[in-house]
């Protein structure tokens, strides 16, 4: 019998993002057959998310293959990324070889920012979703959006529910099923907030106020961001 050719999965990190925007995936990932996932920034040096996680990246940008499925996660530090050169030529280079681009999170602005959205549906973070559609993009709410070969997750904990997405496209909905059950993956939130449709109005209005200073900047980049593409 022939073996299944490893799918090699590239899972950007870069300083303050959100860590579980890429754990959460990279969990699943790593333990589905046939898959190698691994870590890629500018260099190999040891980096931090938004809460003091360490990470150290497997790859360096010059020294990393060309992967079948690209990752990108979103958080803080994605907002300046999308004015960052480097980045945003990796991103295009990868997508230019890859079988899957996809994105958790605020990671799908990244990925607009690159032009790699124009004209897809995608999903971010509910706070930020808005925000695609200075790129174009066409915008669902949801956990996660499958356009083809691309694909995008909803916010931070969604990055689940999108690597299992992942895993039934690359290996078939009974190898999802069975790591999801290895996993004990059966969520049970112990309150019904976790998103705005259920949430009470009063409290998704405290989190968009506390969350305010974060969104301005990062809409101050999108917007700078699409008008220059739109120039070009």
């Given at each position: 019998?022939?073996?299944?050719?490893?799918?090699?999965?590239?899972?950007l990190v870069?300083?303050m993002?959100?860590?579980?925007?890429?754990?959460?995936?990279?969990?699943?990932?790593a333990?589905?057959?046939?898959?190698q996932?691994?870590?890629?920034?500018k260099n190999?040096?040891?980096?931090?998310?938004?809460?003091?996680?360490?990470l150290i990246?497997?790859?360096?940008?010059?020294?990393?293959?060309q992967?079948?499925?690209?990752?990108?996660?979103g958080?803080?530090?994605?907002?300046?990324?999308m004015?960052?050169?480097?980045v945003l030529q990796?991103?295009?280079?990868?997508?230019?070889g890859?079988?899957?681009?996809t994105?958790?999170?605020?990671g799908s602005?990244?990925?607009a920012?690159a032009?790699l959205?124009q004209?897809?549906?995608?999903?971010?973070?509910?706070?930020s979703i808005?925000?695609?559609?200075?790129?174009?993009?066409?915008?669902l709410?949801?956990r996660?959006?499958?356009?083809?070969?691309?694909?995008t997750?909803?916010?931070v904990?969604?990055g689940?529910d999108?690597?299992?997405?992942v895993?039934e496209?690359?290996r078939?909905?009974?190898?999802a099923?069975?790591l999801?059950?290895?996993?004990e993956?059966d969520?049970a939130?112990?309150?019904q907030?976790g998103?705005?449709?259920?949430?009470?109005?009063e409290?998704?209005?405290?989190?968009?106020?506390?969350?305010?200073?974060?969104l301005e900047?990062?809409?101050e980049?999108?917007?700078?961001?699409?008008?220059?593409m739109?120039?070009?």
């Open positions: 019998m022939t073996s299944t050719p490893k799918t090699r999965i590239g899972m870069f300083p993002m959100t860590s579980l925007d890429i754990l959460g995936p990279f969990e699943v990932l333990r589905a057959p046939d898959c996932a691994e870590l890629v920034w190999r040096e040891p980096l931090k998310g938004d809460t003091g996680l360490t990246p497997d790859q360096a940008f010059e020294t990393a293959p992967y079948d499925m690209l990752v990108v996660p958080g803080p530090g994605q907002t300046p990324l004015e960052d050169e480097e990796f991103l295009r280079q990868q997508a230019a890859a079988k899957w681009v994105s958790v999170c605020t602005l990244l990925l920012a032009g959205l004209g897809r549906c995608a999903t971010s973070h509910w706070l808005d925000q695609l559609e200075l790129f174009g993009v066409r915008t709410p949801d996660v959006v499958v356009d083809g070969d691309r694909i997750g909803g916010g904990t969604s689940l999108f690597a299992f997405t895993l496209i690359l078939g909905a009974d190898a099923k069975a999801q059950l290895m996993l993956y969520p939130p112990p309150f907030s998103h705005p449709r259920v949430a009470a109005p409290l998704v209005e405290k989190v968009r106020a506390s969350a305010a200073p974060m900047r990062r809409r980049v999108s917007t700078r961001v699409a008008q220059r739109a120039a070009t």
